[in-house]
């Protein structure tokens, strides 16, 4: 029997969980992982234990699909490539990939002609390898001409870099990992960790048992919340209202970091004087609010402690999904400016990241308005919401989509399904026939993470080169777009993965220049953090921030009184008919369960999405099942389950299954900077069933 064992990185989220595949005869029986790994140490989560199951699933695309009615309305490539095509079901053909790619070259060269080349735009990327998505920038803006690329982390992190690039110049995590051992407090916000980042969570949970050094500030009380000292359940939509509370309570106790400052940073006494007039910033303010009296000392307390020690400071889409996720993002930064807690050992920021390269989509330019390694790009494109409003409006016909289910995971999907249904071509490339790949044209099966070579950038912006676990005869993601490429006329021209990192090395220098294949393989246990020359970074903004000046500044944003705490203030909140929802994630799926839903062992542990409500409501609930309703749609029914940890009038569920339709349910309501959705707070009415 042909048993190996062979170290990747782990397919799931950001955390970046450095693996060992068992494999017998191509097939993976066991993944683990080694106790000297640096990520995990030695330690995986449910996902990563179990959720490889995927990889040999018979609901894989193995062959590319050609829709049927896609053809009869192109009765010119019918008649060309038609001989090629076999019928795979009632509603489908399937083909080779020569011909597959034909057909979309084909396609795409008649679109771009006839409605220009800012009729095409490409979604996706954070699901593949840093050299897939560089190459699929560049298709995108080279080989097709249009602008109009991006990725998931509109829906996710993207007012992490818009907040922190504005304060700081850097939109990443500032610390590795292990920096949580050297920090003497901790405040984790709007995060889930233990469930949506459980191997962080690990670090963060040793370590407040040991020191008592942990301040959770959520909307409900999370499984992180049991080991925190300040456990500070907050209103919906009011952590721009904490952030500033703790700035102010720094201030006015002159608690700051005058010779940090002074030497650091520029604007502080005009930030200072915005805070000190500012009616809502000083916590007092929650003595007016029922319910959350408590917090005006809580958050004295917590902004205290955090100024007085060498802290840290984690976040998740608890902060960044809302309207004002930037700005917090830039509250959050502004406390580290202020208190000196950034570029030091056990001290600064960490923007929890979702997808497991989603940072690298990011750093390879896989955003409309930054080219790889966040340099300018000649023509600004469009953001994924302003590009569904094109499709809308006729002026986009066509979409390439790659890991993205943007049929699934985006807000309001009624209006994004209509706008998909305007476009003319929709071509993507995936592992299985996710909602959005069911509307495709042509979809493309390719190879998982565990079946290629490739570079992933986790939360912490270390490089981790993958090996394949097994053997696919499948395309990797950029090798189709290099055959759509020279297709179209391009000079895509590259034999191997590592010909497309040694570009990225050079266009991409100011993070890369020395991360070739061979140090990333040298280190592949370790992995290397960016930026890389001859050495790699763990920790930034050691003697300047990456401004053009050196110095952080701060950039202010008030609160705006609205939603919950408006409600309460105007003694309507606790008798009203309706609720504010929050979502998240469950431990034992992954997003939009395109892989996890595969493995029975993880599926059967969660196999439909539920509602949290507080057993304080439970009067208002007839059943065991109801819809949520909105404005903008309604959701499948789904089963109640009552907690403690609900706060009343407040709702919880996850997103995982489409089925449920959960993002029906949210409007275009989104960041005000960076338009990433208000998915962590909704009013809703509940319809009993």
């Not at 998740?316 to 999904?321: A, C, D, F, Q, S």
């Amino acid at each position: 029997m042909n048993k190996q064992e062979i170290e990747s990185v782990c397919t799931y989220c950001g955390v970046g969980c450095d693996i060992t595949g068992v494999v017998e005869n191509n097939k993976i029986t066991k993944i683990y992982a080694k106790k000297d790994g640096i990520v995990s140490q030695g330690n995986l989560c449910i996902k990563g234990r179990l959720g490889y199951d995927f990889v040999d699933s018979p609901n894989r695309i193995t062959q590319p699909r050609i829709k049927k009615s896609f053809m009869d309305k192109n009765p010119q490539l019918l008649a060309t490539f038609g001989e090629r095509l076999t019928s795979f079901d009632s509603h489908y053909y399937t083909c080779n990939l020569d011909t597959a790619t034909s057909i979309a070259a084909h396609k795409l060269q008649e679109i771009k002609t006839q409605y220009g080349s800012h009729s095409f735009c490409a979604i996706g990327g954070a699901r593949t390898n840093c050299e897939s998505a560089y190459l699929f920038q560049k298709f995108t803006r080279q080989t097709m001409g249009s602008p109009h690329v991006d990725n998931c982390a509109r829906v996710c992190h993207s007012p992490s870099l818009k907040g922190m690039r504005t304060t700081i110049g850097e939109g990443a995590a500032t610390n590795p990992y292990n920096d949580i051992y050297e920090c003497e407090f901790m405040i984790v916000m709007g995060s889930n960790t233990i469930e949506a980042h459980p191997i962080v969570a690990n670090r963060i949970v040793a370590m407040a048992n040991e020191h008592n050094n942990l301040a959770v500030i959520d909307v409900r009380h999370t499984k992180l919340a049991k080991f925190a000292k300040y456990n500070a359940i907050i209103p919906f939509e009011s952590n721009l209202l904490i952030l500033n509370m703790m700035a102010y309570v720094i201030i006015t106790q002159e608690l700051y970091d005058k010779s940090f400052i002074a030497s650091r940073s520029k604007g502080f006494e005009e930030f200072k004087a915005q805070i000190l007039s500012d009616p809502y910033a000083n916590p007092e303010f929650f003595a007016t609010i029922e319910g959350y009296e408590h917090l005006a000392s809580t958050v004295a307390n917590i902004a205290r402690e955090y100024a007085f020690k060498r802290s840290m400071i984690f976040w998740g889409l608890g902060i960044t999904e809302h309207l004002d996720g930037s700005y917090a993002v830039m509250a959050i930064t502004h406390l580290a400016i202020m208190t000196g807690n950034i570029g030091k050992i056990g001290a600064g920021l960490m923007p929890l990241r979702g997808q497991n390269n989603v940072q690298g989509a990011c750093d390879m330019g896989c955003l409309p308005y930054y080219n790889p390694d966040y340099q300018r790009p000649l023509e600004k494109g469009l953001m994924t919401p302003q590009l569904l409003d094109a499709m809308m409006e006729g002026k986009i016909k066509a979409l390439l989509n790659m890991g993205e289910d943007i049929t699934h995971i985006h807000t309001n999907i009624n209006k994004v399904e209509k706008a998909i249904e305007n476009l003319e071509f929709i071509m993507t490339q995936e592992l299985f026939m996710t909602q959005i790949t069911q509307k495709a044209d042509i979809v493309i099966g390719v190879r998982s993470a565990y079946e290629k070579t490739g570079v992933y950038i986790n939360a912490m912006r270390r490089l981790h080169l993958s090996q394949p676990l097994v053997h696919s005869p499948l395309p990797d993601d950029w090798e189709v777009l290099q055959m759509l490429d020279n297709k179209l006329g391009g000079d895509f021209n590259y034999a191997s993965s590592q010909e497309v990192w040694e570009e990225v090395t050079q266009v991409a220098s100011n993070r890369f220049s020395g991360a070739a294949y061979y140090r990333l393989e040298r280190h592949r246990k370790r992995g290397m953090q960016w930026p890389i020359y001859h050495e790699d970074t763990p920790i930034l903004h050691l003697l300047d921030f990456r401004t053009l000046d050196g110095l952080a500044r701060f950039s202010y944003h008030p609160y705006e009184l609205r939603g919950m705490v408006k409600e309460i203030l105007e003694g309507s909140f606790y008798t009203a008919n309706h609720y504010y929802l929050t979502t998240g994630r469950i431990l034992a799926h992954y997003n939009n369960t395109a892989q996890t839903k595969q493995s029975e062992k993880l599926n059967s542990k969660y196999p439909q999405d539920i509602v949290l409500a507080s057993y304080q409501d439970k009067e208002s609930f007839a059943g065991e099942w109801v819809i949520l309703k909105t404005q903008y749609g309604e959701t499948s029914p789904l089963k109640v389950e009552f907690s403690d940890n609900i706060k009343p009038k407040t709702l919880y569920t996850t997103f995982h299954h489409a089925a449920s339709r959960i993002n029906a349910i949210f409007g275009d309501e989104c960041d005000a900077l960076i338009l990433t959705p208000r998915f962590k707070s909704i009013r809703v009415e509940i319809v009993n069933l």
